[in-house]
């Protein structure tokens, strides 16, 4: 399969036999500056194809061929590699694009159509990937082309009661996910990835290397939460680790329509954002065929507890009785653990945190929203009709909650608002595997026709996106709705990190 993938990408790469001027200028100015031409894979070459191949989650913008890729890739193997390759870009007129664990929902990273279609350059820092902590394993450096399977992993293998609190997939890399905001399993505890940020540094414009101290106050609120889109390129963080019990408990607990899946989400509206800090459940959602053959909606409840499972089961009951939770349902296991239980990876040894290589070959597009009131039974009732009626769609719902320490951050204490008032977000998510354009496109109509049928049950004025689930189509209008977020647009579109 791997070697299917490689052949037919290899096809759809332009040779570069003809070096173009830009990329001739950048190419002497950084073995100038850095006496590492090595870093340098240029299109076409059996070693740019390999970079792309490894890094690439979302194979859509490989094989589309309205989609362009980047003239050349930079391997940074320290960070005045960076320094060097922004000051060359600068000097030929280059656009840079940085690929850190390759998760950009939209492949902006290592792609770029429409109007941005134009020459670029790629600069791969996932080879920046070291973590080095204080001496009371308090608060660590973590440079941004580590995964967050590596950062969990180097803060809890050898000390289970120290955690991180950022997002659930562990191959997304940390550079593009705490510039976005992070949210995850711990968010309502210690609030978001950037919430926990104590210091940075970026790459500004110049080829400078800025800390907090020197960057400012307005580039330091704005690279925590605002993505770094424009402002340079961030190559590490401090980051503040969070204290977690030695023992957490986590549990899945799925049921149909014919088991009171409405009425259970429509309670869990209310209960989830409320909810003791150390108890964090999500609700994920999609279609099914029953034995019957009959559709019906499948609802998981995928949780955990900061705890032991008496205690779980005690402030189940408390808070949620209607869910049934019982002491079969409940695993308990270390906080390193369960991040591999999140992944769906639950068994595995702990060093699978720390494979990079994509768990799909595959395609996927997803949109997002935020909830400020709850839906109700009637509108739960449409959403899954609309689901079990695109049963040949992969369509999925994954909705996960606020609430807790989220609502005591202020929404401009740094560049991420998604605070107080809102209930949940909503991620839809579809992955495919077939290659042709017709079936990308049917599936991506499809999901923008469940984004607008959702247009009455989220947020208004403005109705609101999580920067990390990146979507293109905001800002554009498709035909029968419009947009009143914007998307990236001017000096934002000319450093894009993920």
Same mark, same amino acid.
């Given at each position: 399969m791997i070697l299917? $993938?490689?052949l037919l990408f290899s096809s759809l790469i332009v040779s570069s036999s003809s070096i173009q001027p830009q990329e001739s200028a950048f190419t002497q100015c950084f073995t100038n500056v850095t006496q590492s031409p090595n870093l340098l894979a240029f299109s076409g070459t059996s070693s740019y194809k390999i970079i792309l191949l490894s890094s690439v989650k979302n194979q859509r913008f490989l094989f589309s061929p309205e989609t362009s890729k980047p003239a050349l890739i930079v391997s940074a193997g320290?960070? &005045?590699h960076v320094q060097a390759a922004v000051i060359c870009a600068r000097a030929a007129g280059?656009?840079?694009? $940085?690929? &850190?664990?390759?998760?950009? =929902?939209?492949?902006? &990273? =290592? &792609?770029?159509?429409?109007g941005n279609a134009s020459f670029f350059l790629t600069v791969d820092i996932s080879g920046l990937r070291s973590i080095s902590f204080d001496s009371g394993h308090n608060s660590a450096w973590v440079q941004a082309g580590a995964t967050l399977g590596e950062l969990y992993y180097a803060v809890a293998k050898d000390h289970p009661t120290k955690a991180f609190p950022a997002g659930i997939c562990p191959t997304v890399g940390v550079g593009g996910h705490v510039c976005g905001g992070g949210i995850g399993t711990l968010t309502r505890k210690f609030g978001t990835a950037a919430d926990n940020v104590l210091d940075a540094r970026i790459v500004d414009y110049t080829g400078r290397l800025l800390d907090m101290s020197t960057m400012g106050e307005d580039l330091f609120w704005a690279v925590r939460g605002g993505g770094s889109s424009g402002f340079g390129i961030l190559v590490a963080f401090k980051v503040q680790l969070a204290n977690v019990p030695p023992v957490v408990t986590v549990f899945n607990v799925g049921r149909s329509l014919r088991q009171n899946a409405t009425k259970l989400v429509a309670r869990w509206q209310e209960v989830a954002p409320a909810l003791d800090v150390n108890l964090f459940i999500r609700v994920i959602a999609q279609a099914r065929t029953e034995g019957d053959g009959n559709q019906t909606i499948k609802v998981t409840f995928n949780s955990y507890y900061l705890g032991r499972q008496e205690q779980l089961l005690a402030e189940a009951k408390r808070a949620f009785p209607e869910l049934g939770l019982t002491a079969a349902d409940c695993t308990e296991m270390t906080w390193l653990e369960s991040t591999l239980f999140f992944n769906g990876e639950q068994g595995k040894p702990l060093e699978a945190l720390l494979d990079r290589k994509p768990e799909f070959n595959s395609s996927f597009k997803a949109k997002s929203d935020f909830v400020k009131n709850p839906i109700s039974e009637t509108g739960l009732k449409k959403i899954w009709t609309f689901l079990m009626e695109a049963k040949d769609e992969p369509l999925v719902l994954i909705m996960e909650p606020m609430g807790g320490r989220m609502n005591e951050?202020?929404?401009?204490?740094i560049a991420f608002p998604h605070r107080m008032g809102n209930l949940y977000n909503i991620q839809y998510f579809m992955r495919w595997f077939e290659r042709d354009e017709a079936t990308t496109q049917k599936h991506l109509e499809w999901m923008r026709s469940l984004y607008?049928?959702?247009t009455p049950y989220v947020s208004t004025n403005p109705r609101t996106a999580y920067y990390n689930y990146k979507d293109i189509d905001l800002g554009e209008e498709h035909e029968g709705e419009e947009d009143d977020i914007l998307g990236c647009q001017g000096l934002g579109c000319e450093i894009l990190q993920g």
């Open positions: 299917f $993938v490689f320290n960070e &005045s280059l656009q840079i694009r $940085v690929l &850190s664990g390759g998760h950009d =929902y939209e492949g902006q &990273s =290592y &792609s770029a159509f429409g951050i202020a929404e401009d204490a607008a049928f959702m």
